[in-house]
C-alpha cells in the first residue's frame, strides 16, 4: 500500500492453503520483513513447518535470499519462483492479493473510513472470507466449517466501520459532587 497505515504499515502478505483456501494476513512495514511474518504465520496458525510442503513466490528480494532460504530449508519446504513476469503460476496468491486490495477499498469507501486504517479493513475482509467462502476440500463446507467442524456465528461480527465504543472501568470516585 502507498500509504502507511495507522500501526506504521507499509505492506501486507498473504498466505493461501492449497488445502483448504484459508488465508491468512500478515503486515509489515518493509518488504525485507517477510521472513517475520512467515514465522508470525507459522507460531499464531500452529501449523508444523513440515506440513508446509511448497512456498510459492515470485522473484522479489523479500522471498529469495539466504535467510529465507536457510529457514524454508530448515523446515523441509520446497520454495517454488514463478518465472519474470508468469504471475498466474502463483494465481492464488495473486488472485487473494487483488481480492484483499478492492474488497477492503470499497468497504472503506463505503463507511467513509480514513486510508490509513486499511490494514484493519484487509483483516476484516480475511476473516469474512474464511467464514463465508466454500472451502477448496469441501465445496459444500465453509472454510470454517472445514477446520473447526462447526459453523461460525456470523451474528456477532459487525459490518466494518460501525459505531463502536471503549469503556474504561476507572477504580475510585466516579462523580464528585460539585455544588
Request: with cysteine; net charge positive.
Amino acid at each position: 500500500m502507498r500509504i502507511l497505515s495507522i500501526c506504521g504499515y507499509r505492506y501486507f502478505a498473504v498466505f493461501v492453503c492449497a488445502w483448504s483456501g484459508a488465508k491468512h494476513c500478515e503486515f509489515i512495514a518493509r518488504k525485507n520483513h517477510f521472513i517475520d511474518a512467515y514465522r508470525r504465520f507459522l507460531a499464531t496458525t500452529g501449523i508444523k513447518p513440515q506440513y508446509i510442503r511448497t512456498l510459492r513466490t515470485d522473484q522479489g528480494g523479500e522471498y529469495v535470499n539466504h535467510p529465507m532460504q536457510a529457514l524454508l530449508n530448515e523446515h523441509l519446504t520446497n520454495h517454488v519462483v514463478c518465472a519474470k513476469d508468469e504471475h498466474h503460476s502463483v494465481g492464488a496468491a495473486e488472485t487473494a492479493v487483488n481480492n484483499l486490495r478492492h474488497s477492503p477499498r470499497a468497504m472503506m469507501l463505503h463507511r467513509n473510513i480514513p486510508k490509513r486504517f486499511w490494514h484493519s479493513a484487509i483483516a476484516h475482509a480475511v476473516y469474512i472470507h474464511n467464514v463465508t467462502s466454500p472451502s477448496r476440500l469441501d465445496k459444500s463446507k465453509t472454510i470454517f466449517e472445514l477446520l473447526f467442524s462447526k459453523r461460525a456465528d456470523l451474528t456477532q461480527v459487525p459490518p466494518y466501520g460501525c459505531f463502536a465504543t471503549v469503556h474504561t472501568k476507572k477504580i475510585g470516585v466516579p462523580f464528585k459532587i460539585k455544588a
